[in-house]
């Protein structure tokens, strides 16, 4: 049982059962409401005893209106001694957050869900100065939708992959079924690292089984300063590294056998993300997006870093809500609590 912080919501809310996707966009509300809670109980203290005059109609919580709609239509019913306090006992309304987390504990305040998303109806053009290259090696599933996104905000993105995948978009396309509306794009694609060069960003979205076989092929796409941002589920290859501990630098072979993925990949290439959504292949070509848009990206250092906010500003104006964390670690046991849950 996990505590719902939502203001004026006291019940308890339940973890997500087995046969539901534990990658939707309900996961680990923390903290990102328990300021704006605070903030509404003072608020409701603060009319305890004094006028009832105030209604509180969805028009009233409104915009300000005009005529007899609105706070201020509400506010010329009082007695003129209890204008002043009552204008102050009215919520504030939450304010919409586009860019990553600033706090390495807390959230910015919200009564809704993290608001590191763009503003509705409206898509954003990838702008971080940068940033200018993105490759995502491993088009399945996570990475195709990633890189459609991608792409559909006109980011310089180009997608690794094989078989029938690789040919059905070459030939038709990149189709995205989703909630929020299904688009068609025409990524480069390819399956030879070679000729794509090095990037600003590598985004490693194959599988874990897979990377060991993967890694040793990454050196084309990997400049002076290129980040390598791992996607994988489950315990990552780089769990154990710059944590300053007495496991520090320890690898786990069922993880990376003979430390094959910590050779190729420094560890101070490395960012760790979380993905909490899901999505699947149904065709060549195409990707069913399921539910959920929210990723978490952080330095295994712990530390606060800008390419990490760059990241963050990139994957947010592809429409994604992505925030920044210091603690990376926690949230993979978080995700693999839920996934057992």
């Not at 105030?54 to 003129?80: E, K, M």
Request: one cysteine or more; charged letters at 25%; hydrophobic letters at 35%.
């Amino acid at each position: 049982m996990v505590q719902d912080g939502r203001p004026g919501r006291a019940r308890r809310a339940r973890l997500s059962h087995a046969h539901r996707s534990v990658e939707g966009a309900d996961q680990s509300r923390r903290r990102e409401d328990r300021a704006a809670g605070n903030r509404l109980r003072a608020a409701r203290a603060s009319r305890r005893g004094r006028s009832r005059g105030i209604r509180h109609s969805a028009c009233d919580l409104g915009r300000r209106g005009r005529g007899r709609c609105g706070p201020a239509a509400s506010l010329q019913r009082l007695p003129h001694a209890d204008r002043g306090r009552s204008r102050r006992a009215l919520p504030r309304a939450a304010r919409r957050l586009q860019a990553p987390e600033t706090h390495s504990h807390r959230r910015p305040n919200s009564t809704h869900d993290d608001r590191q998303d763009p503003a509705p109806g409206r898509r954003s053009r990838v702008h971080a100065a940068d940033i200018v290259r993105i490759v995502i090696v491993g088009a399945g599933a996570i990475g195709a939708c990633i890189g459609a996104r991608l792409c559909r905000a006109r980011a310089d993105v180009a997608l690794v992959a094989r078989g029938a995948h690789l040919r059905a978009m070459l030939e038709r396309g990149l189709s995205v079924r989703s909630p929020g509306g299904d688009f068609t794009v025409r990524p480069e694609a390819t399956d030879d690292l070679g000729a794509l060069g090095p990037a600003d960003v590598v985004l490693l979205a194959v599988k874990a089984h897979s990377l060991p076989s993967v890694a040793p092929h990454l050196d084309p796409l990997l400049g002076p300063d290129t980040a390598v941002v791992s996607m994988q589920n489950g315990l990552p290859w780089w769990y154990f590294q710059q944590t300053s501990g007495r496991f520090d630098g320890l690898t786990l072979d069922r993880v990376d056998p003979g430390g094959v993925v910590a050779r190729a990949i420094a560890p101070q290439r490395v960012v760790g993300a979380i993905v909490y959504w899901s999505a699947e292949v149904v065709a060549p070509g195409v990707i069913c997006h399921q539910e959920g848009d929210r990723i978490t990206i952080g330095e295994p250092d712990g530390s606060r870093s800008d390419r990490t906010r760059r990241i963050a500003e990139v994957l947010i104006a592809a429409g994604f809500r992505c925030r920044t964390t210091t603690r990376i670690r926690r949230e993979i046991w978080v995700k693999l609590l839920g996934n057992v849950a």
